[in-house]
C-alpha cells in the first residue's frame, strides 16, 4: 500500500533558517544552530521527505542558497526538494546538481508556465512540486504568489484547475492564515479543492504536535503532511512524533535498524 | 572494488555517490567514457527524465554498445535504478514509442490518472522475491521510495519482486547479473542502504 509521508521543510533565508509565521521571517539560525539542535543526519531517519525552500525578502541568491543544499544534504538518504526563486532553466539545473531530487515552484507556476513545461520536460513532471500559497477571505480562498505578497486575480479553485494542466508532479499546499501557528491543518479547504486536485498533495502551514500530523494523514485526500515548525519538533520531537503515528497504526513507511 | 555510475546527464546522481560510500564502496566514479567504465566491478545506470530524452543521450554516447558488451558480454553486474530500470527494459509508451536497451523482457507504460494518482508518488511497499540477493536481510514486505508515472509490467520470470499501485508492476527484478529497481534505493532511508549493500556486495 501506497505510505502516507511526513514531511520536513525548512525556511532559509539569506544565511539563516527560520520560523515563519503567518509569512512574517524570524530568523532562528545557520546551518550549525541547524546541525546542534536537530541533527540533521538522524532526524532524517525519521522523515520521509525534506523540503528547502529559500524565502529571503531579497534577491535571491541562487549560489548561496545551492551551496547550503549541497552541505545540508550530505549523508542524507532521503528525497530533498528546493526551491524559492526559480526563474530559469538555469536556476534548476544548479539546484539539481547541488543535491536537490525535486524542485519546487510558485510564481513561475503563474507567471511562467512555459518555464514549467521545459522543466517537465526535461525532469519529468515527478520532479517538479507546484508550491501554492493561499489565505481565507469572506469565504473564498485567495491565491498570493512572490512570498505571499502579491495577491492573484483567481481563486484557489480555479487557480488549482490551471496549475493541474501543466503536468507538474505534485501539489504543496501552503495555508498562509496557519502558517507559523501551531493551531492545526486547514482541513476546510480539502472540501472545496479534493476533487479538483488529480495529484498528489501535501499540505502545509499549522501542525503543532504529532496530533495535528496524525489527524491530517487521516484524510483521503491527502498524500503526505509537512512542517516548517522550528521550535515544536526540535531535539529529538521528530522521532518521537513519528514513533507515536507509527504506533497508532498509521500508513506510513517503516524502515529496517539492520544495515550493517 | 571499483563502481561507475553511468552519467549521461541526467538526474541528481549526488545522493547515489553518498549512498555508496555510506554503505561502503570505496572507489567511485561518474562518468560516460567507455575506458573508465571498463574498470567497473560494478556499473549502476541512475535516471531521472523522460525516456525517449534518455536514451537519445545513451545513443549519442555510445553508451548501448559500450553498456552491451559489459554486461551482456563480459557479464560485469549492473543495477538500473528507476529510469535507470526502465531503460533495461524493451521499450517504453513515453515520448511515443521508444526502444531501450532490451536486456530483459519487461516493458514501460504509463500509470492510468482515471485509476490512481499520478504520478506515484512515497514509500510503497515491496513483496521481495526471496530468490534475489537484493533483498537479502530485509523482511518479507518493506518500503522503498518511488516517484515515477510509467511502470514495467511483464508476462515472464524476470525474479522481479513486486509492488502495488493501480495493479501489480515490477518493483524490482534481478536476471542474474543483470538488476533494477524501480524505486530510489538512495532515497529509501535504511531499506535502500540495505540493498545497496547487497548489490556491492552479493551480485
Known amino acids: 500500500m501506497l505510505r502516507k509521508r511526513i514531511i520536513f521543510t525548512l525556511i532559509y533565508s539569506d544565511g539563516f533558517f527560520n520560523q515563519s509565521r503567518n509569512f512574517r521571517l524570524q530568523s532562528v539560525g545557520n546551518l550549525g544552530w541547524l546541525e546542534k539542535n536537530y541533527k540533521f543526519q538522524e532526524i532524517a531517519f525519521a522523515l520521509d521527505e525534506l523540503v528547502v525552500l529559500n524565502a529571503s525578502r531579497k534577491e535571491k541568491n541562487m549560489a548561496d542558497f545551492a551551496g547550503m543544499i549541497r552541505k545540508l544534504v550530505d549523508d542524507v538518504f532521503i528525497p530533498v526538494a528546493a526551491g524559492g526563486g526559480i526563474s530559469s532553466m538555469d536556476d534548476a539545473e544548479v539546484l539539481f546538481q547541488s543535491g536537490a531530487d525535486k524542485i519546487v515552484l510558485n510564481s513561475a507556476l503563474h507567471q511562467n508556465p512555459i518555464l514549467i513545461r521545459n522543466l517537465v520536460k526535461k525532469y519529468g513532471s515527478q520532479s517538479i512540486v507546484g508550491s501554492i500559497d493561499y489565505r481565507k477571505s469572506e469565504g473564498n480562498y485567495e491565491v498570493y504568489i512572490n512570498d505571499g505578497n502579491y495577491k492573484l486575480d483567481l481563486y484557489l479553485e480555479e487557480y488549482l484547475e490551471k496549475v493541474i494542466t501543466l503536468d507538474i508532479g505534485e501539489i504543496y499546499l501552503n495555508s498562509m492564515d496557519k502558517d507559523g501557528t501551531g493551531f492545526g491543518f486547514d482541513h476546510e479547504v480539502l472540501e472545496r479543492i479534493k476533487e479538483i486536485v488529480t495529484l498528489p498533495l501535501i499540505i502545509a502551514g499549522g501542525a503543532g504536535n504529532e496530533n495535528h500530523l496524525m489527524a491530517a494523514l487521516k484524510l483521503d485526500a491527502i498524500s503526505a503532511v509537512a512542517t516548517a515548525n522550528l521550535f515544536n519538533f526540535i531535539g529529538d520531537g521528530l522521532p518521537k512524533a513519528r514513533k507515536k503515528i507509527l504506533e497508532s497504526g498509521e500508513n506510513i513507511a517503516n524502515w529496517t535498524d539492520n544495515v550493517f | ?203
Not at chain 2, 516517484?147 to 542474474?176: K, L, P, W
Open chain 2, 1 to 203: 572494488m571499483k563502481i561507475v555510475i553511468v552519467d549521461y546527464g541526467m538526474g541528481n546522481i549526488n545522493s547515489i555517490v553518498g549512498a555508496l560510500k555510506y554503505v561502503g564502496a570505496k572507489e567511485i566514479s561518474v562518468s560516460s567514457d567507455f575506458n573508465q567504465l571498463k574498470k567497473a566491478d560494478k556499473i549502476i545506470l541512475p535516471g531521472v527524465g523522460s525516456f525517449g530524452k534518455a536514451m537519445e543521450q545513451i545513443t549519442l554516447k555510445s553508451l548501448d554498445a559500450y553498456l552491451k558488451e559489459l554486461v551482456l558480454e563480459q557479464h560485469v553486474p549492473i543495477l538500473g535504478i528507476c529510469l535507470g530500470m526502465q531503460l533495461l527494459g524493451v521499450s517504453s509508451t513515453e515520448d511515443g514509442s521508444n526502444y531501450g536497451l532490451g536486456f530483459i523482457n519487461g516493458n514501460i507504460t504509463k500509470f492510468d490518472n482515471l485509476k490512481v494518482k499520478v504520478p506515484h508518488v512515497g514509500f510503497n511497499q515491496v513483496v521481495a522475491n526471496r530468490d534475489s540477493l537484493l533483498y537479502e536481510g530485509l523482511p518479507d514486505i518493506s518500503d522503498f521510495y518511488f516517484t515515477h508515472s510509467y511502470r514495467m509490467t511483464t508476462h515472464e520470470n524476470i525474479n522481479q519482486s513486486i509492488c502495488h499501485y493501480q495493479d501489480q508492476f515490477v518493483a524490482s527484478f534481478e536476471m542474474g547479473h543483470i538488476a533494477g529497481t524501480q524505486f530510489h534505493p538512495e532515497l529509501s532511508q535504511t531499506n535502500g542502504l540495505k540493498l545497496l549493500k547487497n548489490f556491492i556486495e552479493k551480485l
